[in-house]
């Protein structure tokens, strides 16, 4: 499919010209982020690749403000200031890129923002056409899920792409999700008619931790954004916080026996099972079910 004509953005505000990039990662907060695990993920690879930003959606016209709050805070200046829900664009240039990947490719535009309550599609718009200002081929949305898994395991990230190609191309499964969608299903289609590649990562976030941040699932996807893309990341900062996570909840499920004995099941079906839930349809199967359980 040929790509449409650079489209109007007038709600991007660019702090700068746009970099030539390859891929565009895109993390929100809200529906499609358990433990904040996609926005963590983001965050880490944003910092560890030094990213600069280069743009932002104005939120005016995509937030219900009365839903999601604006926050008081105070500047270095000791002034007050309002800090509106954002959506920033950065640029970064990843470290340890392998020998097979060219300076001219090595690009990738972060974009981390909130899921916007109005106007899906204009927010759409302006996504592809930070996109096509950047110029890059691919469209890599990430995300998390609640799902019936133990944190003592290795966090199963399942991948999905919508056309034959991308499914081939990075190794993931074909989609046929029906059912309610978030802003990072009508972004996928928005790819679709565009004429722009698309795919989606997903982790999987215990059940039972439904509210705790989750750095042990954003490191999952790290390593698997990581090695889609075929770049290196330092991930020691996730690690220990991993590290400090898993400890805090085997504390924590030291004092409850009934969640003790879930986490012992689900440890068991998991052992069982194996590593499978990263390649077969069981995680994908579970996606599906978290998806049409938040209508």
């Known amino acids: 499919m040929t790509r449409s004509a650079p489209r109007p953005a007038p709600h991007v505000r660019w702090h700068g010209e746009p970099p030539p990039a390859r891929v565009l990662l895109a993390a929100f907060e809200g529906w499609n982020d358990a433990g904040d695990a996609a926005s963590l993920a983001l965050a880490h690879l944003?910092?560890?690749?030094?990213?600069?930003?280069?743009?932002?959606?104005?939120?005016?016209?995509?937030?219900?403000?009365?839903?999601?709050?604006?926050?008081?805070?105070?500047?270095?200046?000791?002034?007050?200031?309002?800090?509106?829900?954002?959506?920033?664009?950065?640029?970064?240039?990843?470290?340890?890129?392998?020998?097979?990947?060219?300076?001219?490719?090595?690009?990738?535009?972060?974009?981390?923002?909130?899921?916007?309550?109005?106007?899906?599609?204009?927010?759409?718009?302006?996504?592809?056409?930070?996109?096509?200002?950047?110029?890059?081929?691919?469209?890599?949305?990430?995300?998390?899920?609640?799902?019936?898994?133990?944190?003592?395991?290795?966090?199963?990230?399942?991948?999905?792409?919508?056309?034959?190609?991308?499914v081939e191309q990075l190794g993931l499964l074909p989609s046929r999700y029906e059912g309610p969608t978030g802003i990072v299903g009508v972004l996928h289609a928005a790819c679709a008619d565009a004429g722009l590649r698309s795919a989606s990562l997903w982790a999987a976030v215990p059940s039972y931790l439904p509210s705790a941040p989750s750095p042990k699932a954003a490191l999952a996807l790290v390593r698997k954004i990581t090695d889609v893309l075929d770049v290196g990341v330092d991930g020691t900062a996730l690690e220990i916080a991993t590290a400090n996570y898993e400890r805090s909840v085997d504390a924590a499920a030291r004092d409850d026996d009934d969640t003790a004995d879930y986490i012992a099941q689900l440890e068991q079906r998991f052992d069982e099972e194996g590593s499978s839930l990263d390649a077969e349809p069981t995680l994908a199967d579970e996606i599906e079910a978290f998806l049409r359980d938040q209508d």
């Not at 008081?72 to 829900?85: H, L, Q």
């Not at 392998?98 to 090595?106: G, N, P």
Request: contains cysteine; proline residues 7%; charged residues 30%.
């Open 46 to 166: 944003d910092d560890a690749w030094s990213g600069t930003s280069f743009a932002d959606i104005d939120p005016e016209e995509f937030y219900d403000f009365s839903t999601t709050r604006p926050q008081v805070r105070f500047d270095d200046d000791d002034r007050r200031e309002i800090v509106w829900p954002t959506n920033r664009c950065s640029f970064a240039t990843p470290h340890g890129r392998s020998e097979t990947t060219t300076a001219d490719d090595a690009g990738v535009v972060l974009l981390r923002g909130v899921e916007p309550q109005l106007r899906w599609r204009t927010f759409c718009d302006q996504v592809l056409a930070v996109a096509e200002a950047t110029k890059v081929d691919l469209v890599l949305t990430v995300g998390a899920l609640l799902a019936e898994v133990p944190h003592s395991r290795p966090v199963p990230v399942f991948g999905a792409a919508y056309e034959d190609e991308v």
